[in-house]
């Protein structure tokens, strides 16, 4: 339980993160971007954990969360634009 909840709040920090990272003008709200940085962190916590990439709750999860985030919005981005 205590694990969702990082995940959670991480995921929050990472997708503010990657939109501060991410070149361009989305035009989506903070809750977007909180949203997809969710998704991004357990996309990036529990994929990478999986196959051995880090341990839970090591630094190398929180940069692989931004990525995801950053990826996610990247997607998103595009599919917007359609």
């Known amino acids: 339980m205590m694990s969702i909840l990082g995940t959670l709040f991480i995921g929050l920090i990472a997708g503010f993160v990657a939109r501060a990272i991410k ?31 880090y341990a839970p709750g090591q630094i190398a999860g929180f940069v692989a969360s931004v990525v995801g985030a950053v990826i996610l919005l990247v997607i998103y981005g595009f599919v917007k634009k359609k």
């Open 23 to 53: 070149p361009g003008d989305d035009g989506m709200g903070w809750i977007m971007t909180a949203l997809l940085g969710v998704a991004g962190s357990f996309l990036a916590s529990y994929g990478g954990a999986a196959l051995g990439l």
